[in-house]
């Protein structure tokens, strides 16, 4: 799910998210190729905190180690598969002849040649999905509040638990899709108003002395632009714009904006529901899981495209940006994620379809507050678990301590366990380049919950029309610690997701700046180059293959 990351902007009574997920800062990439690569860099040298991929494939190669190719699954919202900075590092079924229209592998997937599409069918390609709480909502309304009073009461006693999370998604949706309406009213006026704002400035950069010098307004719609201007002056993403970047710029943010909320009138409508024209399988029977198309990409690959980039993307042509795991991984685009909330079936399904075909890192940078499903996505966690896959999630971006606040999947089946109940899955919160603000101020946290942070914030990767772009969000924290376990595991293929884990966590780098060191089990930045010294230390040198036992220490954090 794309989320909306919170930088509140005031304005004439109302508060305003600024900067959807799909877009961190407008810098063009031939002026700053530091910044592009900047999540790559090397702590002991840099002082910022990056996560030392260089230094990681020297010391694994100083070892006289070989890599072998390990297949990453990106289970996303699809994959522009022929980005020239992608397609040499994509993976390809080699037992799948294309485009013939069989299933030559047997698998039950016919022509999966790059990965497979659980949100599509005959009819085309899911793009707009509801949101779990509408769908929760719309299901259980009529069990719990219907018109038999005495009924309603009879299954709410008899249905405890689907009771009681009918009830946080009614909260929820009764919240959000008064929100989402208002934010696209509001941004949407906004955007009406980018002209009376570039007329006000007068050719004049956007400064405070701008703003006071202009005369009071006698229209109401530029006594509105400019309260705006006052505020947004004094912002450090506009402050000493000239007046033609300001214009380009919030344009670029308003119609980033506005297509985010724009689809919230489907996902929040109880009446919508594309899954059975367009995907055509039986959703409530979670054993199905013979469905979908092999369409890649579908309708907006940007975010799954994006995070294939920080895991794999190649340097081609000017372009400089390159995934922590491009020497080494190859990806399978597992489309899962609609412009709106994951099913859990599909989740579930995504995760053995990977799993079956080979990946043995998968990325799930998405996450949901509900999940009528999820016993489903555990025994799925538990069958990537046998089958020696480590899981890879997004902590999720609502500034939140994800104790109080579960973001669906979670490796938790009560937020007071003492420990998972898999020992596969690594939680990744976002991190900055800035040292005394080091966690992005969306990311989720906790310090039992969350393994490690990585670089999530103003990461530059491919985007879909052979593009590139700046993101943010612990969407883009995932693949990046996704990419380094995927490096771990190319040089020593023998180790378990726990003792990849073990590695990252033990050998972060730690910060306590501002409370840092208590929002995550490792208390810093993964350190990839630290962890491989770690892991090979301790789980592959002078020993024998399968024969490392995780320490007592990761035993009570991670391990079944």
């Not at 599509?120 to 719990?144: L, Q, S």
């Not at 003792?499 to 972060?508: P, R, T, Y």
């Amino acid at each position: 799910m794309k989320k909306v990351l919170l930088a509140a902007v005031f304005f004439a009574g109302f508060s305003f998210s600024y900067a959807q997920e799909s877009k961190a800062k407008s810098i063009d990439p031939n002026e700053d190729k530091d910044l592009m690569t900047w999540y790559h860099k090397d702590f002991t040298t840099s002082k910022v905190y990056g996560v030392n991929t260089a230094n990681a494939y020297k010391y694994l190669e100083s070892k006289g180690l070989k890599p072998k190719t390990v297949v990453v699954g990106v289970l996303d919202s699809g994959v522009q598969v022929d980005h020239p900075g992608l397609v040499k590092n994509l993976w390809s079924n080699p037992n799948e002849v294309p485009g013939n229209g069989k299933d030559d592998d047997g698998n039950g997937y016919i022509d999966d040649v790059h990965g497979w599409n659980f949100i599509g069918g005959k009819n085309g390609d899911i793009d707009i999905d509801n949101m779990e709480v509408t769908r929760v909502v719309a299901k259980y309304k009529p069990v719990f509040e219907g018109d038999d009073s005495a009924k309603n009461k009879a299954n709410q006693a008899k249905m405890k638990e689907e009771f009681e999370m009918y009830m946080k998604a009614k909260d929820m949706f009764n919240k959000k899709s008064i929100e989402a309406k208002q934010n696209f009213q509001t941004y949407s006026m906004l955007n009406e108003l980018i002209p009376n704002m570039v007329k006000l400035l007068g050719g004049k950069p956007v400064t405070a002395e701008t703003i006071a010098a202009i005369k009071a307004p006698t229209d109401q719609r530029d006594a509105i632009a400019l309260d705006f201007l006052g505020q947004i002056s004094q912002s450090p993403e506009f402050k000493g714009k000239s007046a033609e970047e300001f214009e380009k710029k919030m344009k670029e943010e308003m119609k980033d904006a506005i297509d985010h909320f724009a689809p919230a009138a489907k996902q929040y409508d109880l009446s919508y529901d594309p899954r059975k024209e367009i995907v055509g399988d039986n959703y409530d029977d979670y054993s199905e899981k013979i469905y979908g198309n092999n369409h890649y990409e579908g309708p907006d690959a940007e975010h799954g495209t994006h995070v294939a980039g920080i895991i794999a993307g190649l340097p081609q042509g000017k372009e400089v940006q390159y995934g922590v795991a491009s020497k080494v991984a190859k990806i399978m685009s597992v489309r899962t994620v609609p412009n709106g909330d994951e099913r859990d079936k599909d989740v579930a399904n995504a995760i053995r379809y990977a799993v079956d075909n080979g990946a043995k890192v998968l990325n799930m940078s998405f996450g949901k507050p509900v999940s009528p499903g999820k016993n489903v996505v555990w025994d799925a966690f538990k069958y990537a678990e046998d089958k020696g896959v480590l899981l890879v999630k997004a902590a999720g971006n609502e500034n939140e301590d994800v104790a109080e606040h579960l973001a669906y999947p979670t490796n938790f089946k009560n937020v007071t366990d003492e420990k998972p109940f898999v020992s596969n899955v690594l939680v990744v919160g976002a991190s900055t380049n800035k040292n005394n603000a080091l966690r992005a101020d969306f990311s989720n946290y906790n310090k039992k919950m969350v393994n490690v942070f990585a670089p999530g914030e103003e990461i530059y990767s491919t985007v879909p029309k052979n593009e590139y772009k700046y993101l943010q969000g612990t969407s883009m924290a995932s693949p990046v610690v996704a990419g380094g376990a995927a490096v771990l595991l190319a040089y020593m293929p023998d180790l378990k997701p726990y003792q990849i884990i073990e590695a990252l966590v033990k050998s972060s780098n730690p910060s306590t700046a501002d409370g840092f060191g208590d929002q995550s089990q490792a208390g810093g930045v993964i350190d990839l180059k630290k962890a491989a010294e770690y892991a090979y230390t301790n789980f592959y040198k002078g020993k024998p293959s399968g024969t490392a036992k995780p320490s007592k220490s990761v035993k009570k954090a991670v391990k079944k």
